[in-house]
């Protein structure tokens, strides 16, 4: 497959790498929307990235931007900025970069996976769930900023360990966030500080409309684990993801709300399902119809 010609994600911004994966004077070979490129950092780390085209030439991407430790590019022309994450400025959390994953699905079917409450209990039985605490409860769904990010708010679930650092089961409160079809963030209630939430994201790099690279982080306060304990926590949580992920067919996600039968607890997957399909977007998306 060549580069997509879908507008809607091209005009998107996506990670591309972790800055600290590519040394000084290095390049190093990715792709993304179908696109090959070709991402270097000069000897004082500045990044630049160009398209590999058939014919051998190089064109530069439009725009290169590191932020948040992360390197962000566009193949199109956005019409607004990288998501706004400002807790990654708190430097009371600590930073916990998770690497990246690669996952043969589509983008939307991990971003779906990652706010689907249902799946705790049978999915990550005995961390973010139980077998007899299976029952979701209600939550609110919306759309906010003109339709341009999804919410589920008040979303709660009983955890046996919800974090590194939990000792007891607990009920924990939590919003998602899905500022862009290929991105998830998760504010969910710190259990050590009172008030504070960990931050828990993922920016997908769709490669090719069924294959990602997961760039994953959180931001969680957390005194008494190492940066290490901690990112096994969430490697053993993400691998029983995967595990899932690889075997759901099709592996774009389907729009019609007749393909695959929705049950209350999936209001935030309905609305994932209706929010792309009005966006316009068709890369990686199943768009038959029921
Ligand atoms: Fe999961």
């Known amino acids: 497959m060549t580069k997509t010609t879908d507008v809607v994600a091209l005009n998107d911004w996506y990670v591309v790498t972790f800055a600290d994966e590519i040394a000084l004077g290095h390049s190093e070979r990715t792709r993304l929307l179908g696109q090959d490129l070709l991402l270097s950092r000069d000897a004082a780390g500045a990044f630049g990235c160009v398209m590999l085209l058939d014919d051998g ?3 530069p991407v439009p725009q290169v931007v590191e932020r948040y430790g992360f390197v962000w590019v566009t193949l199109g022309e956005p019409t607004r900025d990288i998501v706004s994450v400002p807790e990654f400025a708190d430097h009371e959390r600590k930073f916990i970069h998770r690497g990246r994953i690669g996952v043969p699905t589509s983008g939307q079917r991990i ?3 990652f706010f689907d409450l249902s799946h705790f209990s049978f999915v990550h039985t005995g961390t973010l769930g139980a077998y007899d605490a299976a029952e979701v409860p209600r939550y609110a769904v919306e759309f906010r900023d003109q339709d341009s990010e999804l919410w589920a708010i008040g979303c709660s679930f009983v955890q046996p360990k919800a974090s590194a650092v939990a000792d007891l089961s607990s009920t924990v409160y939590y ?7 290929f991105i998830s963030i998760i504010y969910k209630d710190s259990l050590i500080r009172q008030g504070r939430k960990d931050v828990i994201g993922l920016f997908i790099q769709p ?7 997961v760039h994953s982080f959180a931001l969680v306060y957390d005194e008494r684990n190492s940066p290490t304990h901690i990112l096994h926590f969430y490697h053993e949580i993400f691998a029983q993801d995967r595990s899932i992920l690889i075997h759901q067919v099709p592996r774009k996600l389907p729009i019609s709300p007749r393909r695959e039968i929705p049950t209350i607890s999936d209001a935030s997957s309905i609305a ?10 068709e890369f990686g998306l199943d768009r038959t119809a029921g």
């Not at 919003?175 to 079809?181: L, T």
């Not at 490669?207 to 690279?213: G, K, P, Q």
């Not at 994932?272 to 977007?281: A, T």
Request: net charge negative; glycine share 4%.
């Open 57 to 59: 030439a190089q064109v």
């Open 207 to 213: 490669l090719d409309e069924e294959r990602c690279t």
């Open 272 to 281: 994932y399902r209706r929010w792309l399909d009005r966006s316009g977007l």
């Open 175 to 181: 919003d998602y966030r899905i500022p862009s079809p």
């Open 111 to 113: 971003i779906e996976n």
